[in-house]
């Protein structure tokens, strides 16, 4: 074999790994988790993970926008519980549960609107902002459920979104494949989803270009707010209840998490759906072959922090 033949090879597979290293990491992981579980493969217990990452992962979609642009949500946790309140307390006045579940996602659109207002209009940190509004949100939903959880009705037409199937794939599965390649096409094939790009990647640049950078900003946050209100939307259908004090919590990491380990720097400027859906993945496989060996499920915080200090230090070396 000549010298350009072996640096072509070498190219291809350094392109392979820094553009698509996530799929790999999916395929050594899927190997490894076949050998330490015998069920691992089994059709049920892989329904049940696609079922148990659909939440996080519509969280996921919202926020690969977020992150592209260059920004960061913090809030999706707190929003999410206090928007599974709202689609709650909606149903259970007798609405019909389509206006209810649209009630909950007109305002998770307000909720994103207002983010991203303020970071726009104020030139805020989106920490700080998102920060600000989930403390806010959290306060509020504990607040209307006095401390408790608020319970919705255990009818079928409800419970059915977040525990139903058609055929043997669950509806939230469902969902976020929909999700996913809506989003997909919004970010990949659009003027949107190039601005969103390009002003991630040089906010200065994007604006003297003629992009309208606060606009762009403002609908980011607004995508993520319906994302969480459909996340909101499976969550509290799947548990007949919101709990004030704990449903959402610490969805923001494992957001975060997927897209980070899905190819999109915190800087902004890059990053795809199909790396985000990797990702959430990854993270759900590994969740599910924790339980299967019985590890404990307080050690996923540590594992988790590790695959994301992974994920920067790949991103660091290209």
Known sequence: MNNNNTNFIKKKLK?????????????????????????????????NVFRRISTVGLIALGMTFVIIGGEIDLSVGAVLAMIGGVIIALFNTGLPLIISILGGVVVGAIIGFINGYIISKFRLASFIVTLATMAIARSLIVYIADGSSIIGPMTNKFTRIGNGNIGIIPIPAIIFVVAAILLHILLAKTKFGRFVYAIGDNEKAAKYSGIKVNKIRILTFVIIGVCVALAATIESSRLASISSSSSGRLYNLDAIAAVIIGGAPLSGGQGKILGTVVGVIILGVISNVMNLVNISPYLAGTVKGLIILGAVMIQKNR
């Open 15 to 47: 392109f392979i790994w820094q553009e698509h290293s996530y799929i790999l990491a999916l395929f050594v992981l899927i190997i490894f988790a076949t050998i330490f579980s015998d069920s691992f493969l089994q059709p049920q217990n892989l329904m």
